[in-house]
């Protein structure tokens, strides 16, 4: 792999949060360890938006429960592959019209 694309993983660092809805279910040691507000250089912020994203397939979940992982797996991706492509088509009716 080229070498410009290619991630040193001994000069990364790896941080792991918990949301802060989800937070105040954990033990007190994560709630410090692993919270959002006693991290230097995160902003504010939640945490929950990756979640959010999934509640438009909450419905998936009936068509792909008697699936095989295969069927399922690609289930999946046709339904993630067709809102991302709503999405990035919204985009563009969405700048065009914008006023310049």
Not at 39 to 64: K, L, M, Q, R, Y
Not at 89 to 94: D, E, K, L
Request: hydrophobic share 35%; with cysteine; charged share 15%.
């Amino acid at each position: 792999m080229s070498e410009h694309i290619c991630m040193d993983p001994e000069s990364k660092i790896i941080q792991f949060f918990i949301p802060k809805f989800h937070l105040k279910a954990h033990i007190q040691s994560c709630q410090t360890s692993f919270s959002f507000n006693f991290t230097h250089w995160v902003g504010h912020t939640d945490g929950e938006a990756p979640g959010c994203g999934w509640a438009i397939f909450n419905h998936v979940a009936s068509s792909t429960k008697e699936m095989g992982p295969g069927a399922c797996h690609d289930a999946l991706d046709d339904y993630f592959g067709d809102s991302h492509w709503k999405k990035r088509v919204g985009f563009s009716t969405q700048w065009t019209s914008y006023p310049h």
